[in-house]
């Protein structure tokens, strides 16, 4: 649970340390508005994939689902900056599917807490996989990094491109570079 009291005391704190008047009338309700704004962009730190992926529906036969360019934003964990992209997420089943919009849930739940993009990746994957026993998933995610765009190297032009496989595409090229050709990397 977000201490929403905490939080206003060190945003007072932090306006203070940088040099700033936190009862100026721009900043008065600066305060409240980052502690309830922490609220939302944190907020799968309360979320849970198993919960989102529970519904299930059965197929009459084996598949392939792509599902390209889930947008998400993101906090690194390293400097509190936004990261945001997409993500594609495809998955071979046996006969059990999840219904489409849970799967974009399942990236908020992994996109919106402090994070890496590369844990991210990883952790969609493998709540794919326990939650809905597909024969494989893959997922990949593009970013771009505001870390590295507004500070530090200040390249907004950089993407970062993260991919987990697990079951049928860890070791199945010819898989993965299908569903790569289907979403046009």
């Keep these: 649970m977000i201490d929403k009291e905490k939080l206003r005391k060190s945003v007072e704190m932090f306006l203070t340390a940088i040099g700033e008047d936190p009862k100026r009338e721009g900043l008065r309700e600066t305060p409240d508005r980052v502690a309830r704004m922490c609220e939302e962009l944190f907020s799968g730190l309360d979320s849970s994939a198993s919960e989102v992926l529970s519904r299930v529906?059965?197929?009459e036969k084996p598949g392939l689902v792509?599902?390209?360019?889930?947008?998400?934003?993101s906090m690194c964990e390293h400097h509190l900056l936004p990261f945001f992209g997409t993500v594609s997420i495809a998955y071979s089943y046996e006969n059990k599917v999840v219904g489409l919009s849970k799967l974009a849930?399942?990236?908020e739940v992994f996109a919106r807490r402090p994070q890496i993009q590369e844990n991210m990746t990883s952790q969609?994957?493998?709540?794919?996989?326990?939650?809905l026993t597909p024969k494989g998933v893959m997922v990949i995610v593009k970013a771009e990094h505001m870390c590295m765009s507004m500070r530090g190297v200040r390249n907004p032009s950089a993407l970062t491109v993260t991919v987990a496989t697990r079951g049928c595409f860890e070791d199945d090229y010819n898989l993965q570079e299908h569903v790569l050709n289907r979403l046009g990397i």
């Design 66 to 73: 792509i599902e390209k360019d889930i947008k998400f934003y």
């Design 124 to 131: 969609i994957a493998d709540a794919i996989m326990k939650e």
């Design 105 to 107: 849930r399942t990236v």
């Design 57 to 59: 529906f059965t197929t």
